[in-house]
């Protein structure tokens, strides 16, 4: 099975209700969808959504880098070589998180359609269901607390909770949530780097002596203040979760070796793909760090990817935060990983299992 051919279209798909962070609003989903042709006929399907604010990755810059640097390196190689393509990928050019992601994504997906297997069995097997948490974006008090409740009701036992625009009203949102939804749901609070490290131990100590107990904290401070993340972290009760702070292996070698957070976001947008978050989620489980797979705003494309590599590691990827298809008004994909509510679970099919993605644009290449 060999690459034949690299294509590109273009998936938008409107959201439930608008995404609110401290870094952005966002009302639909807008990926790039990369499709890799092999001379059997099978097909490879990988995204990648444009997150500026974060990975740097823009629809044009994804576009560039895979056409550019990354298809005329890949072309022609056998998929079974799949150590061989992921370096070639991952040496293509520097950065560009997200477009090396879209590949290996789909490099994987046909590696998984050449074993006819399903990927997670690939990557070593595990128990095919896992639940995810969905996403309460930062809004009025009131609306948050609704959301938030309706989330309860439809199921979900644990809500990330958006923060970050101002630490006074964060701290009127979070209690107001906690008492509407205490004992009936985890609370994991995003704060997107909207604090200050001083700002960060204000809040958190003060949520705590009023008791209010939260799973975790992610991103309180900005992603290259590892010194504040690690203030933070030896000041509070709370488990602090690196995210914008941590993209690559590298990088959560320097953050377990300095003590700066208890836990690890891994997101692929942010590795690369898929080779890089099993780094990851290895190198945690050596040091016996826990970690979070997630997601950016993404279909259940990507999400899907993360899903089998989030069962393979699920001795390491301990919770999981991939509510991306449960934000969308619709699953535009047939096939793949089933998104019901808080529950996600495998079929069998091979790969990733995707037959179809309907309203997909083509984009000339």
Sequence with gaps: ?????IRFGMLRVPLKTPFKTALRTVEQVEDVVVTIHTDTGHIGYGEAPATAVITGDTHGSIIEAIQKYIAPRILGQDIANLNRITQLIQNALEKNSSAKA????????LFGQLY???????????DPVVTTDITISVDYIDKMVADSVKA?????ESLKIKVGKDIGIDLERIKAIYAAVEDRALLRLDVNQGWTAKQAVYALQSLEDAGVRLELVEQPVKAQDLEGLKFVTERVHT??????SVF????????????????INIKLMKTGGISNAIYIADIAGMYQVECMIGCMLETSISVAAAVHVAVA???????IDLDGPSLCAFNPVDGGVIFNESEISITDAPGLGIREIRGLEPIAS
Excluded at 152 to 156: K, L
Excluded at 239 to 244: K, L, R, V
Aim: glycine share 8%; no cysteine.
């Design 1 to 5: 099975m060999k690459i034949t051919d």
């Design 102 to 109: 879209a590949v290996e994504i789909a490099v994987y997906d």
């Design 116 to 126: 006819d297997a399903p990927l997670y069995k690939m990557l070593g097997g595990g």
């Design 152 to 156: 309860v009701e439809r199921g979900f």
């Design 239 to 244: 488990p602090i979760m690196a995210d914008e």
């Design 248 to 263: 690559g292996p590298t990088q959560v070698i320097e953050l377990i070796r300095m003590r700066a957070a208890d836990i």
């Design 313 to 319: 590691k699920a001795n390491v990827i301990t919770k």
